[in-house]
């Protein structure tokens, strides 16, 4: 088996690596076991300053990796470099902070001393997908290395070069042999690797059902997962929305990352009273977000990530459409080279449409009208998702409701839906269990070990 990255904009292959062998992985495993008897005696002091190195070097490298990335999955230069230097905060931000959070808790009992430590468990293994290729590897790697763990990457097959980098990257900056390791791996030989005493815990960010899939494994082995899913995240327009600001923040909701992240807005969920003028101005906005070439530094919205992705997305707007939606712009793939599909947004939407029911991961956003504030948080929770959402209102009391109301891990009023280190990261019903980023984040793959001293 070989792992292929093949350019979205040109369709092609830019890149071939060829998949590790059952004694490859043995040696991997192994190697990270030995890193992390050696890994999480480092003391945490020593450990920050890696992780300055390694944003040190990432920073200073930033046009190449974002090429990297660009050429891998087709986001723009643009979003590339952004997500490298965000990258490298994150890196700074565990490096400043990790210390603080892990230190040792004092609890007042009866004993002389009493309370709580942090520990590290071992080597995590980490299941990635190829839409932030840097990111969602970097936001966990970061503070599990600083917890004393050390990882092992199992990136999307597409990615290689990216999963590679990243490998590379920590073994520049000096963290030793086993504290990053890339496996060139297989979905068939996931259950095993799971299954070895040498994994303490698994992290993956991907689909429900491969989230189900690698949960029931680790419950298999009672071992903890964090699991980050797919999302079909709410953006709702309030009657005091300053629609001034809010659509051109529906436009970058919906088209970031080429429309493919799963905190993206898909679900835009309009009060009546300003449907219509929304309506109007979001579709002009998005028949004018410009397409093309993903290296070229006025492109906003590239290629989607590969050729069966295309087809996905196109069967599930042609299936719409014949169901009884109307597509305001957009609506159809781009003709030509490339794995093109144009911003789209559309409206009167069967909820039993495909439109209606599933995640659309790529452009297209579907626009809902309801009577009122609270109709809007009762569609926005009528969905097996609870990533993020989003509530666009001048009026604090809309605000607050928005914020009590929705059933999700993260809400975000006149902005649109961010990760950052300050605050957690994850979703609740079938968008996953367990958190990323921030204080929770770090200690997620840690031993909370109590202790109490006579």
């Not at 990216?162 to 990257?169: M, N, Q, S, T, V």
């Not at 409701?401 to 809400?411: E, R, S, T």
């Amino acid at each position: 088996m070989s792992f292929t990255a093949t350019n979205p904009a040109t369709e092609e292959v830019i890149s071939e690596f060829p998949g590790h062998t059952p004694e490859q992985v043995d040696q991997a495993l192994e190697s990270a076991a030995k890193g992390f008897q050696r890994w999480k005696r480092v003391p945490i002091a020593e450990r920050a300053q890696l992780m300055l190195r390694a944003a040190e070097l990432l920073e200073s490298e930033i046009p190449v990796v974002a090429h990297l990335m660009t050429s891998e999955m087709g986001k723009t230069f643009a979003a590339a470099k952004g997500e490298a230097s965000k990258c490298a905060l994150n890196m700074r931000y565990y490096a400043e902070h990790a210390e603080s959070i892990l230190a040792p808790e004092s609890i007042k009992t009866s004993a002389v001393r009493s309370g709580v430590r942090y520990d590290p468990i071992g080597a995590i293994l980490a299941i990635m997908p190829w839409n932030f290729p840097l990111w969602q590897v970097i936001r966990m790697a970061a503070p599990t290395l600083m917890a004393g763990n050390v990882v092992v990457l199992k990136h999307a097959s597409n990615v290689p070069g990216c999963a590679k980098y990243i490998e590379d990257l920590f073994a520049r900056a000096g963290f030793g042999e086993g504290a990053s390791t890339t496996l060139f791996v297989g979905h068939s030989q996931i259950a095993s690797i799971i299954a070895d005493r040498r994994i303490a815990a698994v992290t993956l960010t991907g689909s429900e059902a491969a989230g189900r899939s690698v949960a029931s494994l680790a419950g298999q082995h009672l071992k903890k997962v964090v699991l980050e899913l797919g999302g079909s995240d709410p953006f709702i327009v309030a009657s005091s929305a300053n629609l001034d600001v809010t659509v051109p923040l529906a436009v970058t909701a919906r088209v970031q990352n080429n429309g493919q992240a799963c905190i993206a807005s898909k679900r835009f969920i309009v009060v009546a009273d300003r449907a219509e003028e929304f309506k109007e101005r979001f579709a002009a906005a998005m028949s004018e977000v410009p397409m093309g070439d993903p290296m070229d530094e006025g492109t906003v919205l590239g290629p989607v990530v590969s050729r069966a992705q295309l087809d996905e997305l196109t069967q599930q707007v042609a299936s719409s459409l014949a169901a009884g939606a109307i597509a305001l712009t957009g609506g159809a793939p781009v003709e030509g080279k490339g794995f093109y599909y144009p911003a789209t947004v559309l409206t009167n939407v069967p909820a039993d449409s495909r439109a209606g029911c599933e995640e659309l991961f790529g452009p297209v956003a579907v626009v809902h009208v309801v009577d009122d504030l609270q109709a809007a948080i009762e569609l926005a929770n009528d969905t097996p998702w609870g990533l993020g959402g989003s509530i666009h209102a001048t009026d604090q009391g809309e605000i607050d409701a928005a914020i009590a109301g929705l059933d999700v891990g993260m809400v975000f009023a006149n902005s649109i839906v961010v990760s950052m280190p300050e605050l957690p990261f994850g979703g609740t019903k079938e968008s996953g269990v367990g958190r990323e980023l921030s204080v929770y984040g770090v200690r997620e793959f840690t031993n909370i070990k109590s202790f109490y001293v006579v």
